[in-house]
């Protein structure tokens, strides 16, 4: 049975492992050639170096290029000014000399001839930003050079040097454009050849594709991450349908905004939909395959030590709320970088905030990490009979929260809701822990001139006589003391171990009243307290219980 789960589990692993790659953008790096040089045509005397002579910047991204100006000029010194533009209106350009306080101005001194001096030279840094919705393609960066005298006087010259700039976009068409289903060229004339044509046969074939996926995806992975019997598979594998029909509509719309070379900002707006259902069907199996692996792991465990199965299957409730808590983090923290929020900025407002929070809410917080530790160190659990602090209840475990922990009294006529933070505060005594077997009294009270070794004897044989007390000797055979003179009696103390708790004041109340009838056979007095009433020297004793007796002297 186990060695197909554990087939299964590696299968919904690779499922999810799927998912989150799919949900990843494709990231673009910097190309980079051979270096151009030369003279800087319309610049006297000041030539250039770039080290790449073509630039690739991603949408929504940003790169840097560099163009080492040299000042050949062996009596002058020049004084530069660089910018840089783009001929693409989403993608900026600018341009700034090294230095602790970058400028777009320098001024390059003259050339030594033998010198091995670097002054007359500096390089210029040139930062290409991309717009989101920068559209893909080839573009020429420009980088403008103008050149004064040293005593920025005169007429200054201008020059340019042009740079292959090229933008790269998961957003735009690319070379799916007029292509059926994104890859298969439309080599049709007339109307057929038309891309909107193009785009309705890819939508339906898409539709077509997506659905044959979900018919065969959708039972695998209820399979994985349920059980055949589990009552929810019904209604797990018609939630994880209707999740599918949304997000294969929002697939094929992306595609098809793709073959039709829409704009970028449609093309965004459907792919960050699409993703947020994509992350909730993820969610969603990931939960389920969590708590499959979880009841895996304590069912295995729970099968080696089935004597503390029970203390394993406490443990549950608590994975369950760590999972819970992991798995909505995560998927809020991609969702918002999916929609472009700073994550990480709000995570470090986030730890002010949870400070302020703390401090108000400090008693919410702490019968929430009570609850942590209740559950992971199990002082009780449900069924258990507990006795919290210095109250005599006795509380019948009902069910065990987070927050806090549901008490049933003794006679099942309350439910008391006690926060965690108390009963871990507090001393547990746990009647029933290991087991049900429960250790009792009885006290007697006999006049004085009872046999106490009589006494002593008759109560150890009537407690032996009930069945319900244990006297194998497994636990102790029920024994007796003399605990107390009193004054008008002996208490004597009788201990014993009852087989169950849940019945052990029954059998006390059965015991008390086989002590009353054997002490009444053998001539043993239970001592009680009697009134006697004096009335004119005479003395009465108290009236009988029907109220019959003699009368003091002188009534009527």
């Not at 905004?257 to 459907?270: K, Q, S």
Request: proline content about 2%; some cysteine; overall charge negative.
């Amino acid at each position: 049975m186990f060695r197909s789960r554990n087939k299964l589990l590696i299968a919904a692993a690779a499922v999810l492992a799927m998912l989150a790659v799919a949900i990843v953008p494709v990231q673009y790096s910097d190309d980079s050639s051979a270096a151009i040089n030369g003279d800087l045509d319309g610049v006297t005397d000041i030539a250039y170096i770039c080290e790449q002579d073509s630039i690739t910047v991603s949408a929504n991204g940003t790169t840097q290029a560099s163009l080492l100006l040299i000042n050949n000029n062996t009596t002058d010194a020049h004084y530069i000014s660089v910018s840089a533009s783009t001929d693409n209106s989403k993608v900026s350009a600018s341009a700034h000399f090294s230095g602790s306080n970058p400028e777009n101005t320098k001024t390059l001194s003259a050339k030594v001839s033998g010198s091995t001096s670097t002054a007359n030279s500096d390089t210029a840094y040139i930062e290409i930003s991309a717009d989101r919705y920068a559209h893909q393609g080839d573009y020429t960066l420009t980088v403008f050079i103008t050149s004064y005298d040293s005593t920025g006087s005169g007429t200054p010259e201008t020059g340019s040097v042009s740079i292959d700039l090229k933008v790269t976009s998961d957003l735009s068409s690319g070379n799916k454009y007029n292509k059926f289903l994104g890859f298969i060229e439309n080599d049709f004339s007339g109307i057929m050849g038309e891309v909107w044509f193009t785009a309705i046969v890819s939508f339906f074939g898409l539709l077509a594709i997506g659905y044959v996926i979900m018919l065969i995806a959708v039972p695998v992975c209820v399979r994985i991450v349920m059980k055949k019997d589990d009552p929810d598979r019904e209604y797990m594998k018609k939630t994880l349908y209707d999740l599918c029909h949304v997000i294969i509509i929002l697939w094929a719309i992306g595609q098809v905004l793709r073959i039709a070379g829409t704009d970028e900002e449609y093309i965004d707006i459907v792919n960050r939909v699409f993703y947020v259902c994509y992350l909730i069907v993820g969610a969603i199996v990931g939960w389920r395959l969590y708590k499959l692996v979880v009841d895996v792991i304590i069912t295995r465990i729970g099968n080696k030590d089935d004597r503390h199965r029970k203390d394993y299957d406490s443990l549950r409730p608590l994975f369950m709320y760590i999972g819970e808590i992991a798995i909505a983090t995560v998927v809020t923290i991609v969702a918002l970088s999916m929609f472009g929020v700073d994550v990480a900025a709000i995570i470090t407002s986030a730890g002010l905030i949870s400070l302020g929070i703390s401090m108000g809410a400090k008693d919410v917080l702490s019968q929430f990490f009570s609850g942590l530790v209740i559950l992971a160190t199990r002082p009780f659990q449900k069924g258990d009979l507990i006795q919290v602090g210095t109250d005599t209840t006795v509380y019948r475990v009902r069910e065990v929260n987070i927050m806090n922990t549901q008490l049933e009294n003794w006679d099942n006529t309350d439910i008391n809701i006690m926060p965690n933070s108390t009963l871990e505060t507090s001393r547990i005594k746990n009647i029933t822990r290991e087991t049900t077997v429960y250790k009792c009294y009885i006290s007697m009270s006999v006049s004085y001139d009872s046999d106490l070794n009589k006494v002593r004897q008759i109560m150890q044989d009537v407690a032996s006589a009930n069945p319900h007390v244990i006297t194998d000797g497994s636990y102790g055979r029920p024994y007796t003391r003399v605990e107390e003179f009193e004054d008008s009696n002996i208490q004597v103390k009788m201990g014993m171990y009852v087989d169950d708790f849940n019945t052990s004041y029954t059998v006390r109340g059965q015991i008390r009243q086989a002590l009353y009838a054997a002490f009444k056979e053998n001539g043993i007095d239970i001592d009680y307290t009697r009134i006697v009433v004096e009335d004119g020297g005479k003395a009465f004793p108290n009236e009988g219980a029907d109220g019959s007796g003699p009368s003091p002297a002188g009534s009527a």
